[in-house]
């Protein structure tokens, strides 16, 4: 199964809904950073949500709004199953370290991501 889309981490930047950058992605991560480059959100975009969703949900919440200055997205195949997203979401959280520096923020288990990835 491929789940990767590309194998690229795309670049999103701005404030408001009308100027996300890749507004095509329907399925994947995403990592937000605030200007000194400090993750501040891990999350991901799925077939319910998708990216320009997820953003806007956040650029609504003025506390976000301030700290948020940059996405980087994952792009995920549009039908990977949410298992998958999940799997790879932690795996993500795990490589970053954000389980521990982000509580109590949680995110899914990353046991299975090999499996579910191969």
């Not at 408001?16 to 959100?41: E, H, L, N, P």
Request: charged residues 30%.
């Amino acid at each position: 199964m491929v789940v990767l889309g590309g194998d690229r981490l795309e670049q999103v930047q701005g404030a408001a809904a009308d100027q996300w950058k890749y507004d095509d992605i329907v399925v994947g991560i995403y990592i937000v950073t605030d200007t000194s480059g400090r993750v501040r959100w891990l999350g991901q975009a799925n077939r319910e949500d998708d990216l320009p969703g997820r953003l806007d949900s956040h650029n609504r919440n003025p506390a976000k709004r301030e700290v948020f200055a940059k996405v980087r997205a994952l792009h995920l195949h549009d039908g990977t199953p949410p298992r998958t997203i999940d799997a790879i979401e932690g795996r993500c959280a795990d490589l970053l370290g954000l389980r521990e520096i982000m509580k109590p923020l949680r995110w899914p288990s990353a046991a299975d991501w090999l499996t579910l990835t191969a």
